[in-house]
């Protein structure tokens, strides 16, 4: 066991994250996510929330700082919606940094998620649980 690592990142998940550079993305996605047909780099992380991971991971990591929008989640398409409870949920986690949230329509968001370093598949059951987190340098 590891002081100051969040229960919900896994052994497997750490090591990813501290594979990852500046610059590099990583998926969190809701369980509907299509995440084996994306990555060859899927780690099961079933028991969080996308938010409840977002929150963890950013224990450990910056968020980039050299672009506006670190934080992209998949935009709904016309007639849905996302879950204003999960929504308020990813801006209270963020702080600070919840007007640096962008949105990518959803086929785009594949393609984005296809370039990234790896796909963490959450528990989360609500549509539109998918986050693409840019990372950081840890500054001095």
Request: proline share 6%; charged share 25%; glycine share 6%.
């Amino acid at each position: 066991m590891l002081k100051g690592i969040p229960e919900i990142i896994s052994p497997e998940l750490l090591k990813i994250l501290a594979q990852m550079g500046h610059g590099d993305e990583i998926v969190l996605s809701d369980a509907h996510f299509p995440a084996y047909s994306i990555s060859s780099n899927v780690v099961r992380a079933d028991a969080s929330s996308s938010p409840e991971m977002m929150a963890a991971i950013l224990k450990l990591m910056e968020l980039d700082q050299y672009v506006d929008k670190p934080v992209m989640l998949m935009e709904p398409l016309p007639g849905d919606a996302v879950d204003p409870e999960l929504l308020s949920e990813i801006k209270n986690e963020l702080g600070k940094d919840a007007d640096r949230i962008g949105y990518i329509e959803r086929f785009a968001f594949y393609e984005r998620a296809k370039k990234s370093f790896a796909v963490v598949v959450t528990g989360e059951s609500r549509i539109y649980g998918n986050i693409i987190i840019k990372k950081g340098v840890t500054l001095p």
